[in-house]
């Protein structure tokens, strides 16, 4: 399989969506990159999307890396990318209620609730893409940036982030390799806010387990489930 591709066939996989892999080049260009590997249609009839393969979104990822030349001529599918904790610069980003992400002001709420939702639905349609139909397994986008897409999770679930005064969650890098760690801020209710994070992670395509720090805090580790 060639990496020699066009400027239109490099720049339709830069700009693919960045929480699904959709493509939203010209069909010729799609096509293409189907017949490359790096994309595959998705849908019904004459009215398909193409999204991203698995090899499409490593070369996105190497092309925002400016690495375009490497991965356009070298890149050897199968290759096993590095382990990220969010998603490339500018595209959407769950909030993962460590602070990096402001809460949005009052009047852009409304607009981060609706991104946030079609993340989540785009995210279950390239599951869907990639496994045959099934959305309970997270989809190997996820599995590279856990921390990003457990926090999407529990953000589509309706779950708060963390914020100053007033309790949430919180997903960060665990020690473990693998794995995602989800924390609440507010010890009284940890282990009962905790619970229901658990559930909602294990209904969309997550194994949750339940630790305790020394000093008696409760956390999870989550891991991606298999079929």
Same mark, same amino acid.
């Given at each position: 399989?060639?990496?020699?591709?066009?400027?239109?066939?490099?720049?339709?996989?830069?700009?693919?969506?960045?929480?699904?892999?959709?493509?939203?080049?010209?069909?010729?260009?799609?096509?293409?990159?189907?017949?490359?590997?790096?994309?595959?249609?998705?849908?019904?009839?004459?009215?398909?999307?193409?999204?991203?393969?698995?090899?499409?979104?490593?070369?996105?990822?190497?092309?925002?890396?400016? #690495?375009?030349? +490497? =991965?356009?001529?070298?890149?050897?599918?199968?290759?096993? *990318? $590095?382990? !990220?904790?969010? /998603?490339? @610069?500018?595209?959407?980003?769950?909030?993962?209620?460590?602070?990096?992400?402001?809460?949005?002001?009052?009047?852009?709420?409304?607009?981060?609730?609706?991104?946030?939702?079609?993340?989540?639905?785009?995210?279950?349609?390239?599951?869907?893409?990639?496994?045959?139909?099934?959305?309970?397994?997270?989809?190997?986008?996820?599995?590279?940036?856990?921390?990003?897409?457990?926090?999407? #999770?529990?953000? +589509? =679930?309706?779950?708060?982030?963390?914020?100053?005064?007033? *309790? $949430?969650? !919180?997903?960060? /890098?665990? @020690?473990?390799?693998?794995?995602?760690?989800?924390?609440?801020?507010?010890?009284?209710?940890?282990?009962?806010?905790?619970?229901?994070?658990?559930?909602?992670?294990?209904?969309?395509?997550?194994?949750?387990?339940?630790?305790?720090?020394?000093?008696?805090?409760?956390?999870?580790?989550?891991?991606?489930?298999?079929?």
């Amino acid at each position: 399989m060639t990496r020699r591709l066009s400027p239109a066939q490099r720049r339709a996989v830069g700009e693919a969506d960045p929480a699904t892999g959709r493509l939203s080049a010209a069909a010729r260009v799609c096509s293409a990159l189907a017949a490359a590997g790096l994309a595959v249609p998705h849908g019904r009839g004459g009215h398909h999307s193409y999204y991203l393969t698995a090899d499409g979104r490593r070369l996105r990822d190497a092309l925002a890396e400016g #690495a375009a030349d +490497a =991965a356009a001529d070298a890149a050897e599918p199968g290759t096993t *990318p $590095g382990a !990220r904790s969010g /998603p490339a @610069a500018g595209s959407f980003r769950a909030d993962d209620g460590t602070g990096k992400d402001p809460a949005p002001p009052a009047a852009q709420q409304a607009r981060r609730a609706a991104d946030v939702t079609a993340a989540w639905e785009g995210l279950l349609q390239i599951r869907a893409v990639l496994a045959d139909g099934v959305t309970g397994v997270p989809a190997p986008w996820e599995r590279d940036r856990q921390v990003h897409a457990v926090a999407l #999770a529990l953000e +589509a =679930a309706g779950c708060p982030p963390a914020r100053p005064g007033s *309790p $949430g969650y !919180r997903v960060t /890098p665990s @020690a473990h390799q693998g794995l995602a760690e989800v924390g609440w801020t507010e010890p009284s209710s940890a282990a009962a806010a905790l619970a229901k994070c658990a559930e909602l992670l294990a209904a969309f395509g997550w194994q949750p387990t339940t630790h305790r720090t020394r000093g008696g805090v409760p956390y999870l580790l989550t891991s991606p489930a298999t079929r």
